[in-house]
């Protein structure tokens, strides 16, 4: 597995604006996933982009992939206060008849406020 | 509820004491994976079980700490000697090996070693 590394660190905004996080990952991946934590919880899984998808939408979520730039950005639309948490992509490389399929490595994440 | 439970939610111990936390995954779930998270931090992986087979295990975990998932469905997760180091969350997550990638995780178990 690899690790991604999303930027911003940070991201401060008000209710209703968009947020805009991007995640870089090093090697080829088969998927790439994105997760949102709440403060003192688990992650929830959000969405997974296979590589041979440019874009995934999900409600208010879009995710875009360009393998050609090994990145990843996740777009919130019309924000809402509860959308205040940290998020983390995770991309994934499935070693050929290896044993870590399945298993995600994460980075820093981006916290994101969002502001009422 | 039927997603994946950790027990305790909270743990205080001090430096030196074992401690145990359990982790009930998702029932019909054949994977499950253990996290650690320190505050500022991304999750770390430390260890995962296929059923009852444990397939891989971090650099990370020392040999104080030792993961056991005997009959494939909950896992135990043991520490040994509390460091002030060890005091973190530690997560659970499962999954479903058959297509489904994504992970589900439990809320955590918040360790403090004081």
């Known amino acids: 597995s690899q690790q991604g590394e999303e930027d911003p660190q940070a991201l401060s905004i008000q209710e209703g604006e968009n947020a805009t996080m991007n995640c870089s990952y090093k090697?080829?991946?088969?998927?790439l996933q994105w997760y949102r934590q709440n403060s003192g919880r688990g992650l929830v899984h959000l969405i997974l982009i296979r590589s041979n998808e440019r874009e995934k939408h999900s409600g208010r979520l879009r995710v875009t992939l360009d393998t050609s730039k090994k990145s990843s950005s996740l777009l919130i639309t019309a924000s809402r206060a509860a959308d205040t948490a940290s998020y983390f992509c995770?991309?994934?490389?499935?070693?050929?008849?290896?044993?870590?399929?399945?298993?995600?490595?994460f980075g820093q994440g981006t916290i994101l406020t969002v502001h009422p | 509820d039927t997603g994946v439970s950790q027990n305790p939610r909270h743990k205080i111990t001090k430096r030196g004491q074992n401690v145990t936390f359990r982790c009930d995954p998702i029932s019909e779930h054949n994977r499950l994976y253990w996290y650690r998270q320190t505050l500022g931090q991304g999750p770390e992986f430390l260890t995962y079980f296929q059923n009852e087979a444990q397939l891989e295990k971090s650099r990370l975990l020392s040999d104080r700490f030792s993961a056991e998932r005997p009959k494939g469905s909950f896992s135990t997760l043991e520490i040994q000697r509390t460091e002030q180091g060890d005091s973190a969350m530690y997560l659970c997550?499962?999954?479903?090996?058959?297509?489904?990638?994504?992970?589900?995780f439990g809320s955590g178990t918040q360790l403090s070693v004081l």
């Open positions: 090697t080829s991946i088969n998927n």
């Open positions: 997550a499962s999954s479903l090996a058959k297509g489904n990638e994504k992970l589900f």
């Open positions: 995770a991309p994934e490389n499935f070693r050929v008849g290896g044993t870590s399929y399945g298993k995600l490595t």
